[in-house]
């Protein structure tokens, strides 16, 4: 007997999606359209990152490529030390892919914005002012010339329909800072950096203003020497460390000077002071005194506002000039 079979349909309709996931991968860093390597960094990632002092030029160290490179480690001796761009923020002097430190280009909106001297950055943009900034390691493309080391372009902000603007204050205290290890108390350190930018339209959709400003006060502690009880007589008397008052007068015009200065003469060869000195005949200075001639009207001045010191010093005051500087 055959068994009956039944066939049954069962409709099945399309539910509504509840979630959704996004899968994104970092896109490659593989330029099509060129030839030249470089790096972009937005604005948002420039004020992410914490900068000592809130320089962009700090970021321009962790492209790759590209050396560190501070105004300590300047080896100039022609007297010329490297440019500070503002207070001791870096001017960019670092070295591309091997290239002189010099040889950077630095631009701000597509214009040229180099210091003529050592050839570093001459403006550097509030950090809360650019939109974004590129530097080019290699293989520029014609638009860029005259440095072969890299091309570094800064793009500021602009104003917008709407009005947009933002404040920031950083700041630094001694209350909040910690004891050096090797000393006895805290060094007064504060500092203020504070500032802000604000934007807006002259005409809608044709005319825009955008400003930005940025202040940076700073009150450091300074271990300032005081000068002994005998230094600070009107005479001049620094019989409590005559024994460093060592050497001779050497050229003529450095003779000269001096002569001016103290009111006698001075010849070449004579010793600044020798034992038992106690004419002008045999030593620039008799009894190892400073005529109050030689003295500076400013250090004269100066002296009643500096408290007194508490210990002696050894240190000599007077220190001819190296032979390059006299005449």
Known sequence: MPIPRFASTIAMQLGTVNNTVNVKSDALQVETQSTQNGVLIDGTKITSVPLNGRSYIDLLKLQPGVSPYSHSQDSDTSGIGATQVSGDLDNGQQSVNGGRTGSNAFMVNGANAEEGVHNGAAMIPNLDSIAQFRIITNNFDAEYGNYSGGQINVVTKSGSNQYHGTVFDFLRNTDLDARNYYSPSRGVYIQNQFGGTAGGPIRKNKMFWFADYQGTR????????????????????????????????????????????????????????????????TCVFPNAVIPKSAWSPVAVNSLKFLPTANGSSTIP???????????
């Open 317 to 327: 005051l007077i220190t001819p000039p190296p032979a390059s500087t006299r005449r």
């Open 218 to 281: 700073q009150i450091l502690g300074q271990n300032t020497e005081l000068p002994g009880a005998f230094r600070r007589q009107p005479h001049g008397d620094l019989s409590d460390s005559a024994s460093s008052l060592t050497g001779t007068v050497v050229g003529a015009g450095w003779a000269n000077t001096l002569s001016q200065t103290v009111g006698y003469p001075v010849s070449q060869g004579e010793p600044y002071y020798t034992p038992g000195c106690t004419d002008t005949a």
